[in-house]
């Protein structure tokens, strides 16, 4: 073979791999959108640790590798520092752990530090492409909320099979383990839907109303206290920076004329389930102060404990300790209980990882750009979350660290937009 034969054949074989390796790579982006979808919805199914949204993360990591649509941006960076921080922090306070054995305790901070690279993950693959990435996202988690929403509705009025499965405590919890989770799961894409609601064209207003009105039972039907006070903050906020932000003088007309409305056909959906004995009650009993909340061993005592022993173990008492001594309860508390379970050091980073995300996200939102709407849900579901953590733990709710990427991610491509996406309501998800 002559020298110009190998090198013909060289050049054959180089644009052979260059057409392999660009079939691999649009391959894999097409999957890795269909991916993406189905470990957003797969949220909605947290009932065992690791869950199906762990599991399927694991290969929308694996496409992200080949898909060629993934890079990491610069301005995520402070994102990843806290996460790396992070890490050798928790794994100091799992080996801090008396009673709980080791293997539970890393497996614990395992979880936490894998949803808390989701953050970073998530942040960086909706940088790319905002608009399209997020439209995707929120398609795939209303899919979820809408179904869960159902799921829990009427498996707590008892008119499906298996409703028991979707209950705990006579509270809807759908596929999740506890109903204070599975309400505060269904605010972020009703925020979506409210947004469109006031916003959209009447046709599309009207379906994206009755995703409202469907997600805002669900919330009511958990029960949880602090769902309720999330869903009304949330609805408040999302109305306000849409109002003074984002709608000019008719908008603004409608969206007062649709407060009213809304008012009165939530109070009637609301009323309508009040009307049910059963449902009347436990509202009552729910609605009053609860005995766990009271006394030396309450919901506010073992918080006071809680922060003694956090100030006197620097590294942390590990995961699953606290229920272990005086007080067989969980503190309920976020932010006392991230210094007992991942140390001083692991809690800052959490801590930090809230106050950076809000300080992101309300920085932004007062600044226009097409992407406004995109990021107002977004924040307007992020800070009521951080004040509901002073009063619950949620170090290991998935949709919490997906939202706080998200924000991340946004803010990190703010003005990014493409073909079509830059008029003042192409954002509307």
């Known amino acids: 073979m002559s020298v110009a034969d190998a090198r013909i054949g060289v050049s054959e074989w180089s644009r052979a791999a260059a057409r392999g390796g660009s079939y691999v790579k649009s391959r894999s982006s097409a999957l890795l959108g269909w991916l993406v979808a189905f470990w957003v919805f797969s949220g909605s199914a947290v009932i065992t640790e690791p869950s199906p949204y762990e599991l399927s993360f694991m290969l929308v990591l694996g496409v992200s590798l080949f898909a060629g649509s993934f890079a990491f941006h610069r301005s995520t960076l402070g994102l990843m520092v806290l996460w790396m921080m992070f890490i050798p922090f928790a794994f100091i306070a799992a080996f801090q752990t008396r009673f709980t054995p080791l293997t539970d305790a890393l497996l614990f901070q395992v979880v936490t530090i894998f949803l808390f690279f989701t953050s970073y993950w998530v942040a960086n693959y909706v940088a790319q492409a905002p608009q399209a990435r997020m439209r995707l996202i929120v398609t795939a988690y209303t899919a979820a909320a809408v179904v869960s929403a159902l799921l829990g509705t009427l498996g707590y009025l008892g008119v499906i099979p298996g409703h028991d499965l979707f209950t705990l405590y006579g509270r809807a919890k759908a596929l999740f383990n506890d109903p204070n989770v599975f309400g505060p799961f269904l605010i972020l894409p009703a925020m979506y839907a409210l947004q469109r609601t006031l916003l959209a064209a009447p046709k599309q207003a009207a379906w994206a109303g009755l995703v409202v009105m469907v997600l805002a039972v669900g919330v009511f039907a958990s029960f949880s206290r602090g769902a309720w006070g999330h869903l009304a903050a949330s609805a408040l906020m999302v109305y306000l ?26 109070a009637v959906a609301i009323g309508g389930l009040l009307s049910i004995p059963s449902v009347q009650r436990l509202f009552e009993v729910r609605a009053t102060a609860q005995n766990y909340d009271e006394g030396d061993s309450g919901r506010f005592g073992r918080q006071g404990y809680a922060f003694e022993l956090a100030i006197a173990h620097p590294l942390g008492l590990g995961p699953l300790e606290f229920r272990n001594l005086r007080i067989r309860e969980e503190p309920h508390d976020s932010y006392v209980n991230v210094l007992h379970v991942y140390g001083w050091g692991g809690g800052l980073m959490f801590i930090l990882f809230i106050g950076t995300t809000i300080w992101r996200g309300l920085r932004y939102v007062v600044q226009g750009s097409p992407n406004r709407l995109l990021l107002i849900p977004l924040i307007s579901v992020f800070v009521p979350l951080s004040i509901e953590a002073a009063i619950i733990d949620l170090d290991h709710w998935r949709h919490f660290f997906l939202v706080g990427g998200l924000i991340w991610g946004v803010t990190a491509a703010y003005r990014k937009t493409g073909p079509g996406e830059e008029t003042r309501l192409a954002a509307l998800i």
Do not use: H, Y
């Open 241 to 266: 920076l849409c109002f003074v932000f984002v709608a000019n003088a008719r908008e603004q007309v409608r969206m007062l004329i649709l407060a009213l409305v809304g008012a009165m056909l939530l």
